[in-house]
């Protein structure tokens, strides 16, 4: 049914779309910097991800005293982590806290969506339409929608069929489910699926896993946050923060400088046996050439594959378990607890579907395929299926910007952006995080606060000089798209199957899709950029 379309016009400043982490500090900023300003979020409270993303096992990979705000000096004194790897309910406890403390809600309009977004040349603003009808012009439009928030719809035949209890990772019941004396399926074996499996197993009375990629996983060896890096932490916390800003992924972390073929093989089983012992993702990439050279690359990954087979008993479940089709580090690693542990549990199945395809799913369960075809019962599915990573969120809101051009359209062969935060014919509309900056290759809290900044200081720029616009240039925005695909086609990265090339996603133009240059680089070049006057911007 189409939505009553209000006929009055609201008339803002500002509005900031998505209210995770990028939302809620935009909307701090913006009111503070005195720009009337709303965020819309179609969840019913703050903090996106840790909103949505409920599932039994769901915690940070980055180190909890590292993925957190550094932009509220009491925050940083206020608050304590209790685990180095905070789980979903307590970063979303912080993320409401912030909401709290700044009184965030009064600008946030919960439980809306944002459906159109329309730019009006003649008046220089957006005109945006909401799912509740309502009609809001502003001169500026912030997509602070999140780079994994628009869930992958399962490319499984008759996912709709089952009669049986199915469940998202990513949009995960409030009220948790119980699983016992249930048997359950889980399809995916990304980080989402390797958090959750070993959790889901504790409590099912059969577990069966459905494996199309195997994905390299450490131990997190979680616990109360290392002695050591609190110490570091609270020595300077602004030298700290400082360091994580000028880093390759927004943690303090010393660059490699030495190849994997350089050193012995006893020295290089030494560093990825202290890699494996510290279980944290900032500090595996220890040689420079891991990420370029497959010769180099086959050393850890040799390395991660006999560690599997330490840890499983089956040696045909260990194979299966160890990856073989990309790199290791070319799709995003995994941290678990318990994750390979759980194949040895005798409820405990793992299904390879290149063996055994799905056929379909069923009223029942799953019908597998392949020489040996199996029809499977479950009383619950859970998809780990991931996410239309990057773009999905995006796209999904039907954008014009000048001479009503469709932002579908402008990138149908893939996004076509400068810096990640603008796109040429979208005049004022920024995006958070978006493809073509650093993103979800790094921290992104550091990449989240860096963004905001740039986009709150070139709004009072606008405003103290008078223009009413800002947009790329198409030559400015052909060079950086052209930079970053040459970037990452000098690593390995592009290789994998994985969703930064959007290969996850059937139809997906396949590129790759953050900015592999690294947060501290990436920095300097927007600061260059600003200050040789908007270099690659017109504004108007
Ligand atoms: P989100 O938190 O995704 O928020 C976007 C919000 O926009 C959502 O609430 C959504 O409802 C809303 N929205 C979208 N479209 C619309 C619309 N049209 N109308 C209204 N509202 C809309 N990153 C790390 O750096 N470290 C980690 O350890 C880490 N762990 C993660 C664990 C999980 C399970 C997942 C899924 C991601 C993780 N990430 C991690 C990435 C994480 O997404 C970011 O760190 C961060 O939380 C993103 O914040 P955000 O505000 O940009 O987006
Ligand atoms: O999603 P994914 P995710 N049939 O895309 C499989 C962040 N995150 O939600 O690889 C069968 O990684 C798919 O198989 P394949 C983090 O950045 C962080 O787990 O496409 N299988 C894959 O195994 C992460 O990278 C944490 O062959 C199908 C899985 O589903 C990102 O979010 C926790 C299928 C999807 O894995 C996404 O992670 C969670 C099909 N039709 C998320 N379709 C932390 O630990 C998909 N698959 C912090």
């Known amino acids: 049914m189409e939505e009553q379309i209000s006929d009055s016009v609201e008339e803002l400043d500002a509005v900031i779309v998505g209210a995770g982490f ?277 050393t850890q990954r040799q390395f991660m594959h006999n560690k599997v087979r330490q840890i499983v008993e089956d040696p045909k479940i260990a194979d299966l378990l160890c990856p073989t089709n990309h790199y290791i580090f070319t799709k995003r690693p995994c941290l678990d607890t318990n994750y390979y542990q759980t194949f040895n549990k005798p409820h405990v199945r793992l299904v390879d579907l290149h063996t055994q395809p799905i056929v379909s799913i069923t009223r029942a369960g799953i019908d597998l395929g392949g020489d040996e075809p199996e029809e499977l019962e479950f009383d619950a599915i859970v998809f780990a299926t991931g996410f239309d990573a990057m773009t999905g969120a995006i796209v999904s809101v039907d954008i014009a910007g000048r001479d009503g051009l469709a932002l579908r359209d402008a990138w149908s062969d893939g996004p076509q952006t400068y810096l990640g935060l603008m796109s040429a014919g979208f005049p004022n509309l920024f995006m958070i995080t978006g493809p073509g900056s650093p993103s979800v290759l790094s921290n992104m809290m550091v990449s989240i606060e860096q963004h905001v900044e740039f986009i709150t200081d070139t709004l009072k720029h606008l405003r103290d000089h008078g223009y009413d616009s800002i947009e790329p240039t198409a030559l400015a925005q052909d060079r950086w798209v052209q930079h970053g695909n040459e970037f990452a086609d000098l690593t390995l990265l592009p290789t994998a199957n994985s969703w930064y090339m959007g290969r996850n996603v059937p139809g997906k133009p396949q590129v790759f899709l953050p900015y592999v240059g690294g947060v501290g680089r990436y920095r300097e070049i927007c600061d260059e950029i600003v200050d040789r006057d908007f270099l690659g911007f017109t504004l108007d």
């Not at 409030?174 to 359950?184: N, Y």
């Not at 390299?216 to 800003?245: C, I, K, M, T, W």
Request: charged share 25%; aromatic share 12%; net charge negative.
């Open 22 to 298: 990028a939302g809620m500090y935009q909307l701090y900023r913006l009111r503070e910097a005195g720009f009337k300003t709303r965020v819309i979020e179609a969840a019913d409270d703050v903090g996106g991800t840790w909103y949505w993303n409920r599932y039994p096992g769901a915690r940070c990979d980055i180190l909890t005293v590292d993925y957190s705000y550094s932009w509220d000096p009491e925050l940083e004194k206020e608050w304590t982590w209790s685990e180095r790897y905070a789980t979903q309910p307590e970063i979303l406890r912080y993320a409401q806290h912030v909401a709290d403390k700044h009184d965030l809600r009064r600008d946030i309009q919960f439980q809306t969506r944002i459906k159109r977004a329309k730019w009006d040349e003649d008046a220089k603003r957006w005109n945006l339409l909401t799912d509740q009808g309502q009609k809001i012009a502003a001169r500026f439009y912030i997509m602070a929608t999140g780079c994994l928030s628009m869930p992958k719809v399962p490319d499984v035949p008759g996912a709709d069929q089952f009669e049986g209890a199915s469940y998202f990772t990513s949009g995960w019941p409030h009220e948790g489910v119980d699983f016992s004396g249930k048997r359950v399926a889980v399809i995916g074996t990304g980080s989402s699926g390797i958090q959750s499996i070993p959790l889901i197993a504790e409590d099912a009375a059969q577990l069966t896993v459905f494996q199309r990629t195997p994905n390299f996983s450490f131990p997190a060896h979680n616990g109360p946050v290392a002695e050591a890096r609190l110490a570091e932490y609270q020595r300077d916390v602004n030298a700290y923060r400082q360091a994580a800003r000028e880093s390759l992924i927004g943690v303090p972390a010393d660059k490699p400088s030495v190849s994997a073929l350089e050193v012995s093989e006893e020295e290089r089983a030494a560093v990825y046996e202290k890699v494996w012992e510290t279980g944290e993702l900032a500090q595996q990439i220890k040689f420079n050439d891991i990420q370029l050279n497959p010769e180099a690359n086959e």
